[in-house]
């Protein structure tokens, strides 16, 4: 893994985490399935990260689109005749990541709960999803478009690529990221409703670094997820929703 880096870790950064990124998805599938026992060997954390140095631009935060900014955004993509419009959507009504979406499959979803799962997450965790009535709608939609694949979102059987949703942002020239609506939401639950920050972290799937605090935090907190999610949806949907704060200035 170290050979195929680090002759592009420097000057290719992008490249080069994204390459050790699928390495590890790759490595963390073939564990899963009991064809390798040994550690992850393209893991970052506690691993790579004391053997290469840190990437450039890092700790930069993902360029993101307000969330005051995203009921008019979100028309935006219902207007928009095409499947990667209708994933972007998916990913923005969830809070997910692209790989959690790009990868998902019709089997993971029962009722309105969609399981990710640990081959898929950041954390290695499976994680659940619980769908508010746009979502499921957005699946109906693209099942219609491809009935006999086996994806949520794809074309001739085939899913979409890592790049597909942000070739749609790139599009409208907003110069934001897809990660970045992850942060539009963290913000809209902090500033706009009553919900804990502990829920919004559940909702976004973070990994809790505190070993301590994490022992404590087992549960899923999935009825008040679900309520918060319908919530969010609401609000991307119209510009406003239910348990909403007005801030009074004074």
């Known amino acids: 893994v170290l050979l195929l880096l680090k002759p592009i870790w420097l000057n290719k950064t992008v490249t080069a985490s994204r390459l050790r990124g699928r390495l590890e998805s790759i490595f963390s599938a073939s564990i899963t399935l009991g064809l390798r026992t040994a550690m992850n060997?393209?893991?970052?954390?506690?691993?790579?990260?004391?053997l290469l140095p840190t990437?450039?631009?890092s700790d930069k935060h993902h360029s993101a689109l307000p969330y005051s900014d995203l009921p008019n955004f979100i028309a935006k993509l219902k207007d928009m005749d095409c499947v990667s419009a209708l994933a972007l959507e998916f990913v923005i009504l969830n809070a997910s990541r692209t790989g959690e979406v790009i990868g998902a499959k019709r089997h993971e979803l029962?009722?309105?709960?969609?399981t990710v799962p640990s081959s898929r997450m950041k954390g290695g965790r499976n994680h659940q999803v619980p769908l508010g009535k746009r979502s499921l709608e957005l699946l109906e939609i693209s099942e219609s478009l491809d009935p006999l694949s086996e994806y949520f979102f794809s074309k001739n059987g085939k899913p979409l690529s890592n790049m597909?949703?942000?070739?749609?942002?790139?599009?409208?020239?907003?110069?934001?990221?897809?990660?970045?609506?992850r942060s539009a939401f963290r913000d809209w639950v902090s500033e706009k409703t009553t919900h804990s920050p502990e829920l919004a972290e559940k909702a976004l799937a973070h990994t809790i670094e505190n070993k301590v605090e994490?022992?404590?935090?087992?549960?899923d907190l999935l009825p008040r997820r679900r309520e918060l999610m319908n919530l969010w949806e609401d609000f991307c949907s119209t510009g406003t929703a239910d348990n909403i704060i007005q801030l009074k200035v004074a």
Request: charged share 25%; net charge positive.
């Open 55 to 57: 990437p450039k631009g």
């Open 164 to 181: 597909a949703m942000l070739m749609m942002v790139r599009r409208l020239s907003l110069g934001i990221t897809v990660h970045g609506f």
């Open 214 to 219: 994490a022992a404590y935090r087992r549960g």
């Open 110 to 114: 029962v009722n309105d709960l969609w």
């Open 41 to 50: 060997p393209a893991r970052w954390r506690d691993h790579l990260e004391n």
